[in-house]
């Protein structure tokens, strides 16, 4: 069994194209379920998780790093993956965890490939070659980051070191895979392809690889990241 996580912030827009993804998927529905986590959303966010089949799970406390810990630890399956509500993954995507999970039993966690669904083709090109090299760079130098829009774990690994760190208001993506990576092995995983919102890189582009830029390094040296909006 697979678990799927959606922390979702007054997200009516984008979800049904989440959750829709999902109805395509290669891996049989009797294998995974979807959990929506409803983060104190002002909108018809849960109605829509609930109109599409999915459970709905309340977080009362503001924050992408609360409400992907009240997600997890609602799961009932053995793998627990996580994606963003602006975001759809690929028709083979569970079936590629539960592939890579089947075959390496060494393997506790995983990230994988993203393509912006940007209106401007430069921010497409951007995202699409330079975040796969920057990826696979700090694996070779064995820095394990995971990115929060295409992710799966072992949940027995993500329960041994404490689940996500609830401190920290951005960034506990990348510092889950890094904690990860001591008790397990964490690989970037090609095949694992979602396809994400451009709305925040179209918005500033700069201000979009700067700030998030500036908290995988910060992520990296054990810094405390800097705040976004709430947005997740």
């Known amino acids: 069994m697979i678990s799927v996580i959606i922390p979702a912030y007054n997200e009516e827009k984008y979800l049904e194209d989440c959750l829709r993804a999902f109805e395509k998927q290669t891996f049989a529905k009797s294998n995974f379920e979807v959990i929506v986590v409803d983060n104190c959303s002002t909108d018809k966010t849960a109605i829509v998780a609930w109109s599409l089949g999915a459970k709905v799970v309340k977080c009362a406390t503001l924050g992408v790093s609360h409400a992907r810990q009240i997600g997890f630890m609602a799961a009932k399956g053995e793998i627990i993956a996580s994606t963003d509500a602006d975001t759809q993954v690929a028709q083979n995507w569970l079936e590629v965890i539960d592939k890579n999970f089947s075959s390496n039993p060494n393997l506790v966690g995983m990230t994988g490939a993203v393509e912006f669904l940007s209106k401007d083709p430069l921010n497409r090109f951007l995202a699409k070659n330079t975040y796969p090299l920057f990826l696979k760079a700090l694996y070779f130098f064995g820095k394990t980051v995971i990115n929060g829009f295409n992710f799966a774990v072992k949940k027995s690994a993500f329960l041994k070191i404490g689940g996500f760190n609830t401190n920290l208001s951005s960034s506990e993506d990348v510092d889950l895979g890094l904690r990860?990576?001591?008790?397990?092995?964490?690989?970037?995983?090609?095949?694992?392809?979602?396809?994400?919102?451009?709305?925040?890189?179209?918005?500033?582009?700069?201000?979009?690889?700067?700030?998030?830029?500036?908290?995988?390094?910060?992520?990296?040296?054990?810094?405390?990241?800097?705040k976004f909006e709430a947005v997740r």
């Open 180 to 226: 990860l990576g001591k008790v397990g092995e964490v690989k970037y995983i090609e095949d694992l392809l979602v396809y994400t919102s451009g709305r925040r890189i179209d918005a500033d582009r700069f201000r979009f690889f700067w700030l998030n830029g500036q908290n995988f390094f910060r992520a990296l040296l054990h810094l405390n990241p800097v």
